[in-house]
Every structure is written in structure tokens, then in C-alpha cells.
């Protein structure tokens, strides 16, 4: 059946991949399923897979889940990331502060893994083979040699921009498409110019920058929840709208419930971001995990090192659902959640954003046809 919106409503990246509202379901990692993301693109929206922590081979088996429930358009999302190498004083001073979280948890001491992270070149070796329809990068700039080998793989390539200088970077690189991550979003931070800086440039304000800097698509991302979102972002040039926060709570989402309650539960001023779970900035709403680790902050890895270190003592939370020892990633609209009716699934919720933005722009035409 064809999703596409109609042709008044339209902006060239829906029609692109016949979708049925200019929605993207963001990629978030350790949240999203091959479940959402088949959910998201079935119901005509653009559904992501996070995959940056992934092995090759189980990229590829979620790739496989998804084509196996779906013919619709699907995005990958991988992290761009140098070889790790850090030396032990830096792991044992991190392990020093984590340590004490675990044992609260009934863990033994941590230890250096192996591998803090997959190796990226694999990654994305192993990405151009599947030939995904979107693929879609965070933390880094490709060169264009390898944007070059994508697009000859058919897909779609996006990068990401927390300011002007990323998003021309990734338009020089050969990109399709700029997904410009305010700073309202939830989870990690994409900069990797001057990321020592932290610019934090909200979304309203990043957008038409972007979107005037550069000759691709721009996609809006950060605080955005509902269909006044969506629309806001087509009004300031951006062609769709990457929306996180608001799938956390959906029946497919990996979510733990007291992740999920405390997203319904929190204030407008609940997040903060930090490095301190990570190695990474990164928005999540305050809790003792956080906290804990910030009061030394010398202890603190560079990621992947300390998201790696962090890993174990993180999945043991989730599986006791223990929200206080959790990365609660969340952005700064998660309040609006409460304004929400209970909604199950990824398509239901899909289905009230499509109503919400087309009654969102009819309103703002009606108001001009009144002036």
C-alpha cells in the first residue's frame, strides 16, 4: 500500500523514501529493536537501527530480521570511531570509582575487556555489503572515498551535525542528507568538531543554519515530541524530523520499565548532560549513577573505554530494574510524554503524529489565510 503523503504536505526526503509523514525514528542504541524499527518504517515512517555497538555478524542477523518483516525503507546507524588503546592507569583509575556501583549491585570487581568496542572499519565493511537503503553515521565524518563506496552500494548516506562546521564537513564528504542533533536530544552527543567545547546549539536555532549553510536535506533532531514538533522543523527548512525520546516508552522499545516511568515522571528540568557514564557527552535525566561518577570526574575514561567499563554494572540494573544505576537517556521534551495519551505500539503512536502535524500545519495556514 502507498504510505506517501500527499503531495500538499510532501517534502522531497519523504517522497524519496514514500513516506507517509517526514518522520524518522532515531537510532538509538540499547533501545532500539529490529521490532521498532520494522514497526516504525511498516506504519510509514522512516524506522533506524542502532547498530554502533554491534558486531558485523549480528549487524547483519538484525538487518536480515528486519528484511524478513518488512519491504519498506530502513536506516543503520553506525558510530565513526579511531582504534582504542588506553593504558591501564587510566582503566584501573575509572574501575576505582565504578567498582562500589557494582558492588551495590552484587558485582565483582570490574576488569578490562578484550575489545571496548567493535571495530568500525568491519562495521562499516560489513554495512556496504548489506546494501541498507540508509545508512546514517555519528561521532565522526567519513571520507569520501568511503561515503563513495555507500552510495555505489545504493544507500542513502547521513551524517550528523551539532553545528555548521559538522554539517559542511559531511556535505563536502559527499552526504546526502544532514541530520542536525540540537542540543534538546536525548543519549549522546554526535559532535566531533571541537568536541572538548560541548556546543550545545538548540534545535531552533541550528536548523535554518544549517539548512542555509548547505545545499542537501536537513533533518531536525532534539526535543522534538510530538506533531508541533514535526511541523516547527519543516518551518525552519528541515525536510523531516528525527524523533528519539518519544519512542522510549513504546511496547517494541528495549526500554526498562523504570526507565520508562521515569521519563512519564520527569520535570523540564530532569536531564543534564554528562560524560561521566560514558566517556561521552551525553543527555540523560540525573540519577545516582551519574552523580556518583561526575564527583571524580579525573576518573573519568574517554569513550568507549568508560561506556565499556560501564556496560556490565548498566545491563545488571536494566535486568533488576533499577533505574538509579541506569543510562537514563532522555531528552528535554520528555515531559510532554504526560500530555500523551497510553499508547502501545510504535504504529499507534506513528499514527497520532501523523494527525498532529497535518492538523499542526493546517492551523498555521489558516492563520495566514486570515492575515
Known amino acids: 500500500m502507498n504510505t506517501r503523503a500527499s503531495s500538499r504536505y510532501a517534502t522531497a526526503f519523504a517522497e524519496r523514501f514514500d513516506l507517509r509523514l517526514p518522520l524518522v525514528q532515531a537510532p538509538m542504541v540499547g533501545a532500539t529493536t529490529t521490532a521498532l524499527v520494522v514497526a516504525a518504517s511498516n506504519a510509514g515512517a522512516l524506522g533506524c537501527l542502532g547498530a554502533g555497538a554491534m558486531t558485523p555478524d549480528k549487524l547483519a542477523s538484525e538487518v536480515a530480521e528486519i528484511r524478513a518483516a518488512s519491504t519498506r525503507p530502513f536506516g543503520v546507524n553506525l558510530f565513526v570511531l579511531e582504534p582504542d588503546e588506553p593504558d591501564e592507569a587510566m582503566v584501573r583509575r575509572a574501575l576505582d570509582s565504578i567498582d562500589p556501583l557494582r558492588a551495590e549491585l552484587g558485582l565483582p570487581p570490574g576488569r578490562a575487556p578484550e575489545r571496548y568496542a567493535p571495530a568500525f572499519r568491519a562495521q562499516l565493511d560489513r554495512l556496504i555489503e548489506l546494501r541498507v537503503p540508509v545508512a546514517s553515521f555519528t561521532f565522526g565524518v567519513l571520507d569520501a572515498a568511503d561515503v563513495a563506496r555507500l552510495k555505489a552500494a545504493g544507500s542513502y548516506v547521513i551524517g550528523t551535525a551539532t553545528h555548521v562546521a559538522e554539517g559542511i564537513a559531511w556535505r563536502d564528504a559527499g552526504a546526502d542528507a544532514v541530520c542536525a542533533q540540537g542540543a534538546e536530544a536525548g543519549g549522546h552527543r554526535g559532535t566531533f568538531i571541537d568536541a572538548g567545547k560541548n556546543p550545545l546549539i538548540g534545535t531552533m536555532a541550528l536548523v535554518p543554519q544549517l539548512v542555509d549553510a548547505l545545499d542537501i536535506p536537513v533533518l531536525a533532531a532534539g526535543g522534538i515530541m510530538d506533531g508541533r514538533g514535526i511541523a516547527a522543523a519543516l518551518a ?136
Open 236 to 371: 525552519l527548512g528541515a525536510q523531516a524530523a528525527q524523533l528519539g525520546t518519544v519512542f522510549l516508552t513504546c511496547a517494541e522499545s528495549a526500554t526498562a520499565q523504570d526507565w520508562r516511568k521515569r521519563l512519564v515522571e520527569s520535570g523540564d528540568t530532569a536531564t543534564a548532560v554528562t560524560r561521566a557514564i560514558t566517556g561521552r557527552y551525553a543527555r540523560g535525566i540525573r540519577n545516582t549513577l551519574m552523580e556518583r561518577l561526575e564527583a571524580a570526574p579525573g576518573n573519568v575514561a574517554p569513550y568507549p573505554v568508560q561506556n565499556a567499563l560501564t556496560q556490565e554494572l548498566r545491563q545488571a540494573a536494566a535486568k533488576a530494574d533499577r533505574g538509579e544505576y541506569l543510562s537514563l537517556w532522555s531528552g528535554q521534551g520528555a515531559p510532554l510524554l504526560r500530555r500523551r495519551p497510553v499508547i502501545g505500539g510504535a504504529a499507534e503512536l506513528i499514527d497520532a503524529l501523523d494527525a498532529e502535524w497535518r492538523a499542526a500545519v493546517h492551523a498555521v495556514s489558516r492563520i495566514g489565510m486570515t492575515e
